[in-house]
């Protein structure tokens, strides 16, 4: 079943920087909530730095995509 917006908002506060990658909004009403839950959650704090990526290729390639932000991820800790 797909998250709530408020599901997303817990998760929103627990971090500086956040990246939030989710199946389409054909497949999934996950998109929306995030996008609904980002908007909300800026509307408190204007500064918060929130990216909602959607995934056009499905769940075959979710994987891989997240190993890819895993990988930047890791790269900007490792040489900031």
């Not at 800026?42 to 990526?53: F, G, H, Q, R, S």
């Amino acid at each position: 079943s797909c998250p709530a917006p408020e599901d997303f908002e817990k998760y929103y506060s627990e971090a500086d920087e956040i990246y939030v990658i989710t199946l389409s909004s054909e497949l999934s009403g996950s998109y929306n909530a995030a996008m609904l839950a980002k908007k909300d959650y800026l509307d408190k704090y204007p500064d918060a730095k929130i990216e909602v990526i959607k995934d056009m290729s499905g769940k075959n390639r979710m994987l891989f995509i997240y190993l890819n932000c895993l990988e930047g991820i890791l790269f900007l800790l490792l040489f900031q």
